[in-house]
């Protein structure tokens, strides 16, 4: 047997007649539209749900342009927030009708690479905690799978509305995870290229840890104004210039912490440049699979500089979010910022999938009501 089959997986309940369900997915690489497909049934340790509000991310829209590799006859999504329909008999924590936030990322717990301490690591396969999209249908449907659901859901409390709560699934831990992987101390010269939702989050993140200055890179104005709030003290815009020059002019010299965004295969060399020696540079941004990342030696310190280089992917289960839920429970930030569009009932997925592949230019992020309000 495969060590990558799961417990999940392999322990099938019940045969039951297969019943159908629509989703909203990529038909072929950069063609997307409506499928038929059968309801995935749950296995004794997983939940089916019925999602209530969804929220389509750049990361969807990547993937339909065959970002990740070739697929077809996907449902794509991956951020929901909604009501379990169905667990597993060996389900404990969640029972039909529970109100419930998902984690975008939702390990095997029982994987060695999760064990090894990475919530995103599937044994050694690269991002293998993504399961949506990534080994199964995302959760733009009526209904989606669940594993593992006692580690990989979490209860909606009462005292945060589910638009917030949304935003922590994915927006709110990768940018985080920036943060945290730039290991921000107080009074760090933090720089976020780009400021789209995720490197907002980002900012926010950067601001929570007790950065001093934090100069967003970005031009949308909407997100300008959202960088701001959240606690960037400077914008700098790419359309004005070299980032790396503008940086060093702003803050003497460079960055102590560099958080990438958005951006593209440049960004990367940018980033490096624009961060002072002993710095860190954090990605948390897709980079294409047709991109190189290179640099001049220079930029680099001759590998002499001990400037940190990480990336790294949205950390997954239930833990991540309850955490991140009660950094807003408690009024320290406001997630629904945002969000910039609201879709009414999921025949508008298709309007709001495509917001988020053209980018409109007031575009932040885009939320759709499974069912019209
Ligand atoms: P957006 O497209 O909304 O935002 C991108 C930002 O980058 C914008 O502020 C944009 O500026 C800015 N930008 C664009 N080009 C450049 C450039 N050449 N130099 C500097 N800044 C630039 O993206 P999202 O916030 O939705 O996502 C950001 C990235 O994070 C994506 O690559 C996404 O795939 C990735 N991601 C990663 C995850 C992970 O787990 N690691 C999870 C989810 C997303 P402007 O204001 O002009 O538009
Ligand atoms: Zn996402």
Same mark, same amino acid.
């Given at each position: 047997?495969?060590?990558?089959?799961?417990?999940?997986?392999?322990?099938k309940?019940?045969?039951?007649?297969?019943?159908?369900m629509?989703g909203?997915?990529?038909?072929?690489?950069?063609?997307?539209?409506?499928?038929?497909?059968?309801?995935?049934?749950?296995?004794?340790?997983?939940?089916?749900v019925?999602?209530t509000?969804?929220?389509?991310?750049?990361s969807?829209t990547h993937?339909?342009?065959?970002?990740?590799?070739?697929k077809?006859?996907?449902?794509?999504?991956?951020?929901?927030?909604?009501?379990?329909?169905e667990?597993?008999e060996?389900?404990?924590?969640?029972?039909?009708?529970?109100?419930?936030?998902?984690?975008?990322v939702?390990?095997d717990?029982?994987?060695?690479?999760?064990?090894?301490g990475?919530?995103?690591?599937?044994d050694?396969?690269m991002?293998?905690?993504?399961?949506?999209?990534?080994?199964?249908?995302?959760?733009?449907?009526?209904?989606f799978?669940?594993?593992q659901?006692?580690?990989?859901?979490?209860?909606m409390?009462?005292?945060?509305?589910?638009?917030?709560?949304?935003?922590?699934?994915?927006?709110?831990?990768?940018?985080?995870?920036?943060?945290?992987?730039?290991?921000i101390?107080y009074g760090?010269?933090?720089?976020?290229? #780009?400021i /789209?939702?995720?490197?907002?989050?980002?900012?926010? &993140?950067?601001?929570l840890?007790? +950065?001093? !200055? @934090?100069?967003?890179?970005?031009?949308?104005?909407?997100?300008?104004?959202?960088?701001?709030?959240?606690g960037?003290?400077?914008?700098v815009s790419y359309?004005e210039?070299?980032?790396?020059?503008?940086?060093?002019?702003?803050?003497?010299?460079?960055?102590?912490?560099?958080?990438i965004?958005g951006?593209?295969?440049?960004?990367f060399?940018q980033?490096?440049?624009?961060?002072?020696e002993?710095?860190?540079?954090?990605?948390i941004?897709f980079?294409?699979?047709?991109?190189?990342?290179s640099?001049?030696?220079w930029s680099? #310190?001759? /590998?002499?500089?001990?400037?940190?280089?990480?990336? &790294?992917?949205?950390?997954?289960g +239930?833990? !991540? @979010?309850?955490?991140?839920?009660?950094?807003?429970?408690h009024?320290?930030l406001?997630?629904t910022?945002?969000?910039s569009?609201?879709?009414n009932?999921?025949?508008?997925?298709?309007?709001?999938?495509d917001?988020?592949?053209?980018?409109?230019?007031?575009?932040?992020?885009?939320?759709v009501?499974?069912?019209?309000?």
């Open positions: 047997m495969s060590t990558r089959t799961t417990f999940d997986t392999r322990l309940k019940k045969e039951t007649p297969p019943v159908m629509r909203y997915g990529m038909l072929e690489v950069n063609k997307t539209g409506w499928l038929e497909k059968t309801r995935p049934v749950a296995g004794p340790l997983d939940a089916i019925r999602p509000i969804v929220a389509p991310c750049s969807d993937v339909s342009h065959g970002g990740s590799g070739p077809k006859d996907l449902i794509l999504g991956h951020e929901a927030v909604g009501i379990v329909e667990v597993g060996l389900v404990t924590k969640f029972a039909p009708g529970d109100r419930v936030v998902v984690p975008c939702t390990p717990w029982l994987s060695m690479g999760t064990q090894s990475k919530s995103t690591a599937h050694h396969f991002m293998g905690s993504f399961k949506f999209l990534s080994q199964k249908d995302g959760i733009f449907a009526e209904y799978h669940v594993n659901a006692d580690a990989n859901l979490v209860h409390p009462d005292d945060v509305s589910p638009e917030a709560a949304l935003m922590t699934v994915d927006m709110m831990s990768t940018g985080f995870h920036g943060a945290e992987l730039a290991e101390g760090d010269t933090v720089v976020v290229i #780009g /789209g939702p995720v490197g907002l989050m980002a900012v926010a &993140g950067a601001q840890r007790g +950065a001093g !200055r @934090i100069i967003g890179i970005g031009t949308r104005p909407n997100c300008v104004k959202i960088a701001r709030e959240y960037a003290t400077d914008i359309k210039g070299d980032i790396v020059e503008q940086i060093k002019d702003l803050t003497g010299g460079g960055a102590d912490k560099v958080i965004a951006g593209d295969a440049e960004t060399r980033a490096v440049d624009m961060t002072k002993m710095g860190v540079v954090s990605n941004n980079f294409d699979l047709s991109h190189v990342l640099m001049p030696a680099w #310190g001759l /590998g002499m500089a001990n400037k940190d280089i990480r990336g &790294g992917f949205c950390p997954g +239930a833990l !991540r @979010i309850q955490k991140l839920l009660e950094v807003i429970r009024g320290r406001d997630t910022k945002i969000i569009h609201k879709f009932g999921f025949e508008k997925m298709e309007d709001a999938f917001l988020m592949d053209k980018k409109a230019p007031d575009l932040i992020k885009p939320i009501y499974m069912d019209a309000q």
